[in-house]
């Protein structure tokens, strides 16, 4: 498998194989990034916080920017992969729904690290404008048979685009403001309330 190391601003991409010791080094990256900021980080830093050796490094990366590009895409890739395995398989389109909904609540808690977002701000908004779009069509890929469903039962088609928006501007905002307990119990009910809705609507119509 390969990573494409593309900078924040997308630029030309770089190619790094994701090996063992990449990760290594893009996890190390991420808690460096979150205990010092990325003016003050070094590529010491890295290879403190990542456990490899300089040449190892040095094998994959000439210099900082480099490992921030890869970091993000690493970031990002993660997600697009992640989001569209957890609904895979799973024929009932509200438990799709459901599948997916709940792997993007839990991959937002364990994989974004809030101190990298109080210590580096610009860092972090900067990666999600970038790769907003992407965000979203993963989760576009991820909830189509979902959609079809939906537009089934409510007899037109829905605003997947809006829908989707929607629901990743609002488990990005728990990076700002974590969620409650409260919060996270209408997140896991969403599934469920929608199908209500679709269904009654649909009911209205005969």
């Known amino acids: 498998m390969k990573l494409a190391a593309a900078p924040i601003e ?16 893009l996890s190390g990256a991420l808690d460096a990034i979150a205990a010092r900021g990325v003016k003050r980080l070094s590529m010491s830093d890295i290879i403190d916080a990542s456990g490899v050796s300089r040449g190892t490094l040095y094998r994959y990366f000439s210099n900082k920017d480099q490992v921030l590009s890869a970091v993000a895409e690493f970031v990002c890739t993660g997600f697009e992969s992640g989001i569209r395995e957890a609904g895979k398989g799973i024929e009932d389109p509200i ?15 364990e994989n974004s ?10 860092f972090h ?30 007899g037109e088609p829905m605003n997947r685009d809006g829908f989707v928006e929607g629901l990743v501007r609002n488990q990005l905002s728990t990076l700002l403001i974590p969620a409650s307990d409260q ?13 209500k809705w679709a269904l009654a609507i649909a009911a209205s119509r005969n």
């Open 10 to 25: 997308e630029e030309p991409a770089l190619e790094v194989e994701l090996s063992p010791s990449v990760i290594r080094i």
């Open 95 to 109: 438990l799709r729904l459901k599948a997916v909904m709940q792997f993007y609540a839990r991959y937002t808690e």
């Open 113 to 122: 690290p809030g101190r990298v977002f109080e210590v580096e701000p610009a």
């Open 125 to 154: 908004l900067a990666f999600f404008r970038s790769r907003f779009s992407r965000y979203k069509q993963a989760v576009l890929d991820a909830l189509e048979p979902t959609f079809d469903y939906l537009d089934t039962q409510l």
């Open 183 to 195: 919060w996270k119990q209408l997140w896991n009910d969403t599934a469920d309330n929608i199908q």
